[in-house]
């Protein structure tokens, strides 16, 4: 069984409360210098259903075919346009300090026909100028400019907090379980990336842990001190930090300038959004920002549940239930027991379909096959069915099924003997 170090305030005696953790054995933990300088959602990206307005894909389509830089006007708002293929849509149209990134045009259905058309992804600048109201009503407002019979059909979301006064140690990772299968260690220098958890070793102190893939659950915990100035976001969020104040410091900060702070983060593909909502009881859809906001406590918990740092085996690290049970997202949990969809009974076959859709991609790699040849013979690989029910059962797009031929062909030149 999973337990926690026992918690108690040594302020007013109360058991369950406090900094002070007590293990079986004794052993005592103080986290009262660990200070949390903010909590919030990182990153928002919104998928919208719909048909294309023929006039303004027109006004994109000219801009994008008329110059490399091109620029086109959106709202009263000037983006750069871009290529949007590697993300599944044919135009991409960004503006940084705006804080707004739009997808238009699903690259795999006909701009006429219904289809998921819209991706919006922000910025945390965007979002933190803004209420959860406003951030909903907003990005509704952009998918209505582009979109006619507009419907939204998921969100992803990155739930952050970042924290001075402890700091992962060199053997972070062996201690943290997870069932993530792909995690990746940064420690400046150089990546390693690997399979499961045994045998995994870092040289020096690691800056970045990941644990997870990007079209999943990934947990995420970095030294967000040194990623501000890689991101150019150090006004920004030291800014932010400086409103951060506790019983001791106030009314002054207690940011800490000289020491470094450190980011948890959680990132929820919209798949792992859907498939908690529909396997939870008692849990509604959650397909916008605001059918969200009331669950982003419960998320963060459910992740962190499930994700966690271990002193010794089902035994929590008090600094994971610290950041567990004291962050909070707005909304207190729902009481409600969150858990991901079972997967339903498929025919029995998907153990091959992986097999054999891996050995296709190996012999397209080999033989120098584009991503768009290799997606086309895919198609004529007597495969195609089965594939695609492999993948629409765990809700992946074509859209993400055609970014995982391309990351496989990549994967398989660059790192396989193929590449030979």
Not at 42 to 63: M, N, S, Y
Not at 89 to 96: A, E, G, H, P, V
Not at 156 to 162: E, K, M, Q, T
Request: contains cysteine; glycine residues 8%.
């Amino acid at each position: 069984m999973i337990t926690d170090f026992e918690r108690f305030d040594i302020h007013t005696g109360e058991i369950g409360e406090g900094d002070l953790f007590i293990g079986p054995d004794g052993q005592q933990i103080n986290l009262e210098h660990v200070n949390v300088l903010w909590t919030g959602v990182d990153t928002v990206r919104q998928l919208f259903q719909g048909r294309l307005k023929p006039e303004v894909l027109a006004v994109i389509a000219t801009a994008y075919e008329g110059s490399f830089n091109a620029m086109v006007t959106i709202r009263g708002i000037e983006f750069r346009v871009q290529s949007g293929r590697r993300g599944g849509f044919k135009y991409l149209l960004q503006n940084r300090e705006y804080g707004l990134t739009l997808l238009v045009q699903n690259f795999y259905a006909e701009s006429d026909t219904q289809g998921t058309h819209v991706k919006i992804e922000t910025s945390p600048r965007w979002l933190y100028e803004r209420s959860s109201h406003q951030i909903h009503d907003e990005l509704t407002e952009w998918g209505m400019f582009f979109l006619n019979g507009i419907n939204p059909v998921g969100i992803a979301l990155h739930l952050a907090v970042d924290f001075q006064g402890w700091e992962p140690p060199q053997d972070f990772a062996q201690h943290f379980v997870t069932r993530a299968k792909t995690v990746s260690v940064h420690n400046g220098m150089s990546d390693f990336h690997f399979q499961g958890l045994e045998g995994s070793t870092v040289n020096g102190r690691g800056e970045t842990y990941t644990f997870g893939k990007a079209n999943s659950l990934q947990v995420c915990i970095y030294d967000k001190s040194k990623e501000v100035d890689v991101s150019d976001k150090r006004a920004f969020m030291e800014g932010i930090w400086e409103c951060a104040v506790n019983e001791n410091s106030f009314p002054d900060t207690c940011y800490d300038p000289d020491k470094p702070v450190w980011r948890l983060e959680i990132r929820f593909h919209h798949r792992i959004v859907n498939e908690i909502s529909q396997g939870t009881p008692g849990m509604k859809p959650i397909y916008t920002y605001m059918d969200a906001v009331p669950h982003l406590t419960g998320l963060w918990q459910y992740a962190l549940q499930g994700n966690r740092y271990e002193v010794k085996r089902d035994r929590v690290h008090p600094i994971w239930t610290k950041l567990r049970e004291d962050i909070g997202f707005g909304y207190s949990a729902p009481d409600l027991m969150y858990k991901r969809v079972k997967k339903e009974p498929g025919c029995g076959n998907e153990k091959n379909v992986s097999l054999a859709f891996g050995n296709l991609l190996s012999i397209y790699a080999r033989n120098r096959f584009s991503t768009r040849r290799a997606w086309e013979c895919l198609k004529q690989s007597g495969l195609w069915d089965d594939l695609l029910n492999y993948y629409q059962r765990r809700e992946l797009t074509k859209n993400e099924l055609y970014q995982l031929v391309e990351d496989g062909l990549i994967k398989r030149r660059l790192l396989s003997k193929v590449a030979a």
